[in-house]
């Protein structure tokens, strides 16, 4: 039985399909002795095919840019036909009955380790020259795609190193069961998605892909944060009565969630969904969503390749939101890019604190101005609000409040839409009040307020202790902004992970929120949370949470007594 972290909840029992995102990517298959001859037949033409690119390439080169670059693709392409290379991949395929995605992935990475451990610069070189090859050859083994085909057996668990949030937007729930990644943290998006799919997840276990068989099933455990990789019989009986009985429980609890909710005290709360794909949006009716209180539209982008989605086809997206929403408003962010999501800066830089969100939209005004057209537009037909991500300085909001005046007036609408920022950063946190008039409305993301309060990254596993959203130095920021939005008339509501928490949400009632934003699976288990709050008991617990010193001490509190 391995240990990680329970971050989405729920059991399921299901075959393990084994990938690798990280490096080359790959997919695991057990692979028997007289499959072995069709394995050799694949690799030996992806080996020929990707030869034949790199020389093509190599030849094109020549005739342009420049000699050495086509010396390089010409090596390449004899490293990739290399008969050694291919030897050492096939004998690792018969060895661990494996298919030859995955054991060119092994290879490649036994090879990589070595030459990056030598001393010299040009053998590191080659560490890069060989991942390039495997790369190429790993493609042509997919037919020559650049993404790794998603396409699930079904009622599969899927088991990765790690899961980038396009890789999670890609999963078919029809067809996945759960996931177990040995990367990742509470609030990372590979399992933001895996909590609005509905799917039990546990990340944070190293070594996990070597230790799970891909022909056993195995049972994970998102409510433990257990993986266990041989379940005995009796383990698998008791672990699939469980799934039997939480599909009730969710089911009597979906039966309830028509009505509006209330605290146990009469307050009442909207509770709206967050939703990621243009896929969810049925789940807005299934689960009573008072509309959409975030909508991540950099799913859009991620999902679309290359080239950002254009004004049309963004267009057509926003107004199914606001049909399907209505009579209820839908909050669009505009792309949240970059930090974790896969596009602006990476290697040695910070991405979480480099060129993400409002600053990269900033720095391609190009983008967001075909955002902003297509919101504008969009915004006839029904209650569309905008929201600005990662809002740091007021520069930021002026600039942004000053391209969708420029759209609406490309849209031919009198007035825009209205404008919010995200709180997620701790300097206008604190500093609210003086965004409220340039600002319609606040909406606190306490996923990253958590990750830049607290110098905690939210999708590292060794860090997944320290990431505390209850931490009281988190909640006299919560204090500030509920503060600023009453004293300027602006409304503030939640849209993090912390707003589906049992204990979360009893404090943020407490603070003074009204108003929450969930993924939709999530929104039975909120209401339910709610009805149990007493809004005054509540307010008191809050007062005496703002000073205490951790986050233990806000938790122990508030459990079952507001
Ligand atoms: C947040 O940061 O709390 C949030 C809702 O946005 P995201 O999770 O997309 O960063
Ligand atoms: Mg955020």
Not at 34 to 47: G, H, M, Q
Not at 168 to 184: K, T
Not at 427 to 442: G, K, V
Not at 492 to 517: F, H, K, M, Y
Request: charged share 25%.
């Amino acid at each position: 039985m391995l240990q990680g972290l329970p971050v989405s909840p729920g059991i399921a029992v299901g075959r393990a399909v084994i990938v690798r995102f990280a490096g080359l990517p790959a997919f695991r298959r057990a692979v028997s002795p007289d499959e072995i001859p069709e394995e050799e037949r694949r690799l030996r033409r992806a080996s020929r095919l990707a030869s034949e690119e790199f020389r093509r390439h190599s030849g094109e080169a020549a005739g342009g840019i420049g000699e050495e670059l086509s010396a390089i693709l010409e090596a390449h392409g004899m490293i990739a036909s290399d008969e050694t290379f291919i030897a050492a991949i096939l004998e690792r395929a018969r060895k661990d009955r494996v298919n030859v995605e995955w054991a060119l992935a092994e290879v490649t990475r036994e090879i990589g380790n070595r030459f990056e451990a030598a001393d010299s610069e040009a053998m590191r070189e080659r560490a890069a020259d060989i991942h390039d090859v495997s790369r190429e050859i790993a493609r042509q083994l997919v037919g020559g795609e650049d993404f790794l085909p998603i396409e699930l057996p079904r009622g599969s668990i899927l088991v990765a190193d790690e899961l980038s949030p396009v890789e999670a937007s890609r999963l078919d729930p029809r067809r996945v069961r759960a996931l177990a990644l040995e990367r990742g943290g509470p609030t990372s998006h590979a399992t933001i998605i895996a909590r609005s799919f509905g799917l039990p997840a546990v990340v944070g276990i190293p070594a996990l892909c070597a230790a799970v068989s891909p022909d056993r099933p195995i049972v994970v455990d998102g409510d433990r944060g257990t993986v266990d990789t041989s379940p005995s019989k009796e383990r698998l009986r008791r672990s699939l009565l469980r799934v039997r009985e939480s599909r009730e429980k969710a089911r009597r609890l979906r039966a309830r969630t028509g009505r509006p909710a209330v605290t146990k005290d009469g307050v009442r709360i909207v509770v709206r969904a967050n939703l990621e794909l243009a896929e969810e949006i049925p789940a807005l009716e299934r689960h009573h969503a008072e509309g959409v209180g975030l909508f991540r539209s950099e799913f859009l982008y991620l999902k679309s390749g290359a080239e950002p989605p254009g004004v049309e086809e963004q267009r057509a997206v926003y107004e199914e939101l606001l049909e399907a929403a209505a009579p209820h408003p839908v909050v669009v962010r505009t792309y949240d890019l970059g930090g974790e999501k896969g596009i602006g800066p990476g290697g040695g830089e910070n991405p979480a604190l480099g060129l993400r969100g409002i600053r990269y939209c900033l720095a391609h005004p190009e983008i967001l101005d075909a955002q902003l057209t297509a919101l504008c537009l969009a915004s006839r037909k029904g209650p569309l609000s905008i929201l600005l991500p990662m809002v740091a300085t007021l520069a930021e909001l002026r600039a942004a409040r000053a391209a969708l005046g420029r759209a609406a007036r490309r849209a031919d609408i009198t007035e825009p839409p209205p404008l919010g920022i995200m709180i997620e950063i701790p300097s206008t946190a604190l500093l609210c009040e003086r965004f409220a008039p340039l600002t319609d409305f606040f909406s606190i993301g306490t996923n990253d307020l958590a990750q830049y309060t607290l110098a905690v990254d939210r999708a590292n596993p060794d860090v997944a202790a320290l990431y505390q959203p209850l931490h009281p130095a988190i909640l006299r920021m919560l204090r500030s902004v509920i503060d600023a939005g009453r004293s300027s008339g602006r409304p503030v509501a939640v849209c993090g992970e912390l707003a589906s928490d049992p204990v979360g949400i009893a404090v943020l009632v407490g603070l003074g929120i009204r108003e929450l934003s969930v993924t939709p699976v999530a929104i039975a288990g909120v209401k339910d949370a709610l009805s149990a709050v007493d809004s005054v008991r509540a307010g008191a617990l809050a007062e005496r949470a703002l000073d205490l010193s951790e986050a233990a001490d806000v938790d122990r509190m508030f459990r079952g007594r507001a």
